[in-house]
């Protein structure tokens, strides 16, 4: 078996591919880092390693990803998805061992298909602006849960934020540091027993692909306009489902 880094080759492509899609999706759209590494990284690392590799790389990539739009950051109305989020994500690690892990990709697989064909074909989306903080601290408890699950915790956030209308910062501003702190809650329960000696190693062979990845993902945003930031949002969504179904 050929090994690099004292780790087979093929794991480390795997590992190297999924750390640069992801990224590149995250320093793009601002979330689905989760959806995309573990997609790629499940065929060679088992739930749990891949949680954990999920939330490591993802804290360390939204801490980079959140401080160029710092300013577009509103607190007030961030508060309530984070207060739902520091509920959701612990009842989301213990269901982490607990819930068949097919049968949860499938369902959230084809509800977010559905969404982001939905999403790409309307000429409008509806918007729901009834519910107030209450709706959103649901939505915050409940995208924790899946952060707590597998790091997916921008799926929901995401979705929302453009059935509530908001624009490309505002929207950006609330899921983006959402999902870092469901990221860290979720790195502080799953990591101290996650985390051993070979997954400190992959976690760092991630490093280059991923700040790779978050730069160009970065540059790529920068040139979006509000409509085409939706339209990408709207197909990131798709294609995540879809790469839950695969």
């Known amino acids: 078996m050929t090994m690099m880094f004292g780790v087979p080759l093929a794991t480390l492509s795997v590992l190297w591919a999924g750390a640069f899609i992801g990224a590149l999706a995250a320093g793009g759209a601002g979330f689905a880092f989760a959806i995309a590494a ?14 954990a590799l999920i939330v490591a790389c993802g804290t360390l990539l939204h801490i980079t990803l959140v401080w160029p739009i ?4 509103d607190g007030v109305r961030l508060t309530p998805f984070l207060l739902g ?6 009842i989301g690690v213990v269901m982490l061992t607990r819930v068949e892990s097919s049968s949860l990709k499938l369902a959230l697989g084809t509800g977010m298909a559905l969404y982001g064909l939905y999403a790409l074909l309307a000429p409008r989306l509806p918007r729901v602006s009834g519910g107030g903080r209450a709706a959103d601290a649901a939505i915050g408890f409940f995208g924790g849960i899946l952060g707590g699950l ?29 999902i870092l702190f469901a990221h860290v809650l979720t790195l502080a329960l ?26 160009v993902g970065l ?28």
């Open 38 to 51: 573990s997609a790629i990284w499940l065929h060679v690392l088992d739930p749990i390693q891949t949680t």
């Open 70 to 73: 710092r300013q577009s950051i």
């Open 85 to 90: 989020a520091l509920i959701g994500v612990p």
């Open 150 to 178: 597998g790091g997916y915790s921008g799926v929901l956030p995401t979705i929302w934020t453009q059935l509530r209308g908001w624009s490309k910062p505002v929207a950006r501003g609330v899921y983006q540091p959402f």
């Open 190 to 215: 799953v990591g101290a027993f996650a985390i051993d000696q070979d997954g400190l190693v992959l976690f760092l062979l991630a490093l280059p692909p991923l700040c790779l990845g978050a730069f």
């Open 219 to 246: 540059r790529i945003y920068g040139h979006l306009d509000e409509v085409r930031f939706k339209q990408m949002l709207a197909a990131m969504i798709l294609a995540s489902g879809v790469l839950f179904l695969i």
